[in-house]
């Protein structure tokens, strides 16, 4: 997240709040990248700073439910990819941005509205109804972990889910803190970029010399997937028409 992402946002939102004639409370982290934006039918009230997961619905429960149902899709997608690939490495490099972009935007609209609100009164939005963590996660989470479990040899799904915890998610002081974000992200050491980077060039000109025989059902399924992509390239050169 950075301010002119949010500003940007707060524009959109106020937008069509104003033409449905609402006005809006919206309770935000206290960040570096939550500037106090002045909006017509939008209000910011900021929750003090460092708060813990008791103040915050989404920490109480909705990003680790939309973790949890995006890495099901990760897990899917690269068991659907196995028998193509001969090692992990090459196997990972199936899951691109564009795969991780559309899988987010599924899973959040998926998102049920009363996980949602079960966050919120888990943190006192609504005193009369109490609502446990067991609450909000039990039957989707129990399905995911009954189809999961074989791949993640001993390590559950909640663990998978919030491994990337500690990671930063908005803007620092730091003039490369996109590129440490990412690196962060990847496993890689930033003093190691330079080495990573031929190591990642080399495998992609071993992969390039690969050539497609006979057409499986994983083939087929790989196809799909960039056939996805290019429609997904035209169809937003044709909305900047």
Not at 196 to 223: H, L, W
Request: charged share 30%; aromatic share 8%; glycine share 2%.
């Amino acid at each position: 997240m950075t301010s002119k992402i949010f500003v940007d946002w707060m524009k959109r939102t106020n937008q069509k709040f104003r033409f449905g004639n609402r006005n809006v409370l919206i309770f935000v982290d206290n960040c570096s990248s939550h500037p106090d934006v002045e909006a017509s039918n939008l209000r910011l009230v900021f929750l003090p700073p460092n708060t813990t997961s008791k103040l915050r619905p989404m920490d109480a429960g909705i990003i680790q439910s939309v973790k949890i149902n995006y890495r099901k899709r990760v897990i899917r997608h690269l068991i659907s990819r196995m028998e193509a690939c001969n090692t992990a490495s090459e196997l990972v490099k199936l899951v691109n941005i564009l795969d991780a972009i559309l899988w987010i935007k599924d899973v959040w609209s998926n998102l049920s509205i009363t996980t949602i609100q079960k966050c919120f009164t888990k943190c006192g939005f609504q005193r009369q109804i109490e609502a446990s963590e067991s609450d909000i996660l039990a039957s989707p989470f129990e399905e995911i972990m009954r189809e999961t479990e074989f791949i993640l040899d001993g390590i559950t799904l909640s663990q998978f889910a919030t491994f990337d915890n500690n990671l930063a998610t908005f803007a620092t002081s730091r003039d490369d803190w996109e590129t440490e974000i990412v690196e962060k992200a990847k496993g890689v050491d930033l003093n190691d970029s330079e080495r990573y980077s031929d190591e990642n060039e080399d495998s992609n000109e071993d992969q390039k010399e690969r050539s497609d025989k006979v057409i499986s059902m994983t083939e087929a399924g790989v196809m799909i997937g960039k056939l996805k992509k290019f429609l997904f390239l035209i169809m937003k050169k044709v909305s900047l028409k």
